[in-house]
């Protein structure tokens, strides 16, 4: 069966310093990784995907994550964060049955 | 375009009353999809549908009903709700897995 991990429940960070939520996975077929943000009140977007092709995959507001299949991680970095990306953060695998398996998330707080 | 739209976004219900929850997405997306998230747990399936008549059971599907008439709307009834259906109720399309899923603002729902 598939599962999804996110390593880190609380994520405390300065304006403007780099970023790196984790997330490790585990399936036995084929995946698709996905990042969604959800901020305050709101639905979940996406930030990104990895269906195939180039491991690093590039998103919005310049987040970007690396596929790596060895150690089974989609970890989303981000080079500087802005107060404005203060928010909760969710990795989620599928696979071609079309069911999404979200981790717990990781809530990204970012201070002044 | 709207997107994917949800009624109501709050409600409060008393222990073994009944309700449905409204889900509308203008996208043409054949693929719909009702999911709960409770603080700490991410979001759980728990119904899910392919088209128009086609429904399936996701991972948390007891205590819900859902069906799907046509492709545009997919309500989940709630048919004697209890303490522990107390959650942010989101709805989801997307046109072929693994591809995007979009998310509606959500329902709050509290059962006292």
């Known amino acids: 069966a598939q599962s999804v991990t996110q390593l880190d429940s609380q994520v405390p960070v300065f304006e403007e310093a780099p970023v790196e939520l984790r997330c490790n996975y585990s399936s036995s077929v084929s995946v698709y990784l996905f990042w969604y943000v959800q901020y305050p009140n709101q639905g979940l977007q996406l930030l990104l995907k990895y269906l195939s092709g180039s491991t690093l995959v590039k998103g919005i507001n310049g987040f970007e994550a690396e596929f790596n299949k060895s150690q089974t991680s989609f970890h989303l970095r981000k080079p500087s964060v802005h107060i404005s990306d203060t928010a909760e953060y969710f990795c989620a695998v599928s696979d071609r049955v079309r069911k999404l398996i979200f981790g717990t998330g990781t809530r990204l707080q970012v201070f002044p | 375009n709207a997107g994917v739209t949800q009624t109501p976004k709050f409600r409060i219900l008393k222990i073994g009353q009944s309700m449905t929850l409204q889900c509308a997405q203008d996208m043409n997306h054949n693929y719909m999809y009702w999911y709960r998230q409770d603080p700490g747990m991410g979001l759980k399936l728990i119904y899910y549908?392919?088209?128009?008549?086609?429904?399936d059971k996701g991972e948390v599907p007891n205590g819900y009903n859902v069906s799907r008439s046509t492709t545009e709307d997919f309500p989940l009834r709630l048919e004697l709700a209890a303490p522990s259906q107390t959650s942010v109720y989101f709805c989801?399309?997307?046109?072929?897995?693994?591809?995007?899923?979009?998310f509606g603002p959500g329902t709050r729902l509290l059962v006292l």
């Open positions: 549908s392919v088209g128009a008549g086609i429904t």
């Open positions: 989801a399309s997307s046109y072929s897995p693994p591809e995007t899923q979009y």
